[in-house]
């Protein structure tokens, strides 16, 4: 059973860094996208990053670009969002997906497995 588990969200002021974490298992990632989303309240959920879990070749959207940086962790099969710079508009629930590699990493139909998201609140 797959399983992928958020954490590292909280109520936090702008300005700053902030880590989430990703905790995947259930089978081998080997082909598969690691993705990060966002949803906030009366918005579509939005893609914010992605890792091939395979080359460890990272995808963002101009949104996010230089801001955001995702990466694996030495834990086994632990994946990062590192968000620097916090601003009010990054809050939102982010969730963590799991999908076969595909061209289109923003959209959520690639993926397979997702989270349950973690809150994060970024106050000005």
């Known amino acids: 059973q797959v399983q992928l588990v958020e954490s590292g969200g909280g109520l936090l002021q702008a300005g700053g860094s902030l880590r989430l974490s990703c905790a995947a298992s259930?089978?081998?990632?080997?082909?598969?996208?690691l993705g990060w989303f966002r949803q906030a309240p009366g918005k579509e959920r939005e893609f914010v990053g992605g890792i091939s879990w395979t080359s460890g070749t990272t995808y963002y959207p101009d949104s996010v670009k230089g801001r955001f940086t995702i990466t694996r962790g030495n834990a086994k099969n632990t994946v990062y969002l590192q968000m620097n710079s916090r601003k009010p508009e990054d809050t939102a629930i982010y969730y963590c997906?799991?999908?076969?590699?595909?061209?289109?990493?923003?959209?959520?139909?690639?993926?397979?497995?997702w989270g349950q998201g973690t809150q994060v609140t970024v106050s000005s």
């Open positions: 259930g089978r081998t990632f080997l082909g598969y996208i």
């Open positions: 997906a799991a999908g076969r590699i595909s061209r289109a990493w923003a959209l959520p139909s690639t993926y397979d497995y």
